[in-house]
T-cell receptor
Framework: DTEVTQTPKHLVMGMTNKKSLKCEQH?????MYWYKQKAKKPPELMFVYSYEKLSINESVPSRFSPECPNSSLLNLHLHALQPEDSALYLC??????????????FGPGTRLTVL | AQRVTQPEKLLSVFKGAPVELKCNYSYSGSPELFWYVQYSRQRLQLLLR??SRESIKGFTADLNKGETSFHLKKPFAQEEDSAMYYCALKPGNTGKLIFGQGTTLQVKP
C-alpha cells in the first residue's frame, strides 16, 4: 500500500460535538503530519509526529487534540470547534523528518464543516 | 525568516506555449525544495524535489542558490496541466514544510 488514507471524506459537526479524524499509512513511514487547508490557500502545518511522539505543535488551539496510537495511525480529535475551523484537514507522512528522507506524501483530506 | 514566495496568483497560457511558474525562497541554510500540484478534486501530489533533478510530466525545476529561486518550467503546456501549483521549502530536520501561496495554472485550448 503506497498511499495515505483518511476517513471520513466529509464531516459535518455542531459546535458542541466531539468527533475524530483518522489517517493511516502502511509505507513504514515514521513521521506523520496534520495540516489545515482553507479554500485556495496553501496547507498550514498543525502538528508533527516523529516516531509516535509529538514533536511540533504550531500553537494549535486545544480544541484540536492529536493522537498517534501506533506508527501507522494518526488521529485528530475535535471538540467544541468553531465555524471558522471549517476547512480541509490533510494528513501527510514521510520516511522521517530528515532532509534526505523527508518528502511528504499527502492524503486526500477530510472536508470538515462546523455549523 | 524562512519564506517561500510565488509572485503570480494566476498564470494563464495557451496550449503548446512555454510555462514558467516562479518560486523564490528565503532561508539561510541549505534548502530542500519541492513542487507540489493539486488538480481539481484530487490530493496534493509531489511533482518534483530539487535533489532528484528529474523531469516529471515534462516539468523541470532548477535550484539557483544565487538568486534563491526554484522556478518550475515546461516547454509546451497541455490542458491537463491546469491545476494549483505550490512551491515548498523544507528547512532543516524538523519536518516543517513551508508552502508558498500557490499559483493557479490555466492552460487554454
Amino acid at each position: 500500500d503506497t498511499e495515505v488514507t483518511q476517513t471520513p471524506k466529509h464531516l459535518v459537526m455542531g459546535m458542541t460535538n466531539k468527533k475524530s479524524l483518522k489517517c493511516e499509512q502502511h509505507m513504514g513511514h515514521r513521521a506523520m503530519y496534520w495540516y489545515k487547508q482553507k479554500a485556495k490557500k496553501p496547507p498550514e502545518l498543525m502538528f508533527v509526529y516523529s516516531y509516535e511522539k509529538l514533536s511540533i505543535n504550531e500553537s494549535v488551539p486545544s480544541r484540536f487534540s492529536p493522537e498517534c496510537p501506533n506508527s501507522s495511525l494518526l488521529n485528530l480529535h475535535l471538540h467544541a470547534l468553531q465555524p471558522e475551523d471549517s476547512a480541509l484537514y490533510l494528513c501527510a507522512s514521510s520516511q522521517d523528518r530528515s532532509q534526505s528522507a523527508g518528502t511528504q506524501y499527502f492524503g486526500p483530506g477530510t472536508r470538515l464543516t462546523v455549523l | 525568516a524562512q519564506r517561500v514566495t510565488q509572485p503570480e496568483k494566476l498564470l494563464s497560457v495557451f496550449k503548446g506555449a512555454p510555462v514558467e511558474l516562479k518560486c523564490n525562497y528565503s532561508y539561510s541554510g541549505s534548502p530542500e525544495l519541492f513542487w507540489y500540484v493539486q488538480y481539481s478534486r484530487q490530493r496534493l501530489q509531489l511533482l518534483l524535489r530539487h535533489i532528484s533533478r528529474e523531469s516529471i510530466k515534462g516539468f523541470t525545476a532548477d535550484l539557483n542558490k544565487g538568486e534563491t529561486s526554484f522556478h518550475l518550467k515546461k516547454p509546451f503546456a497541455q490542458e491537463e496541466d491546469s491545476a494549483m501549483y505550490y512551491c515548498a521549502l523544507k528547512p532543516g530536520n524538523t519536518g516543517k514544510l513551508i508552502f508558498g501561496q500557490g499559483t493557479t495554472l490555466q492552460v487554454k485550448p
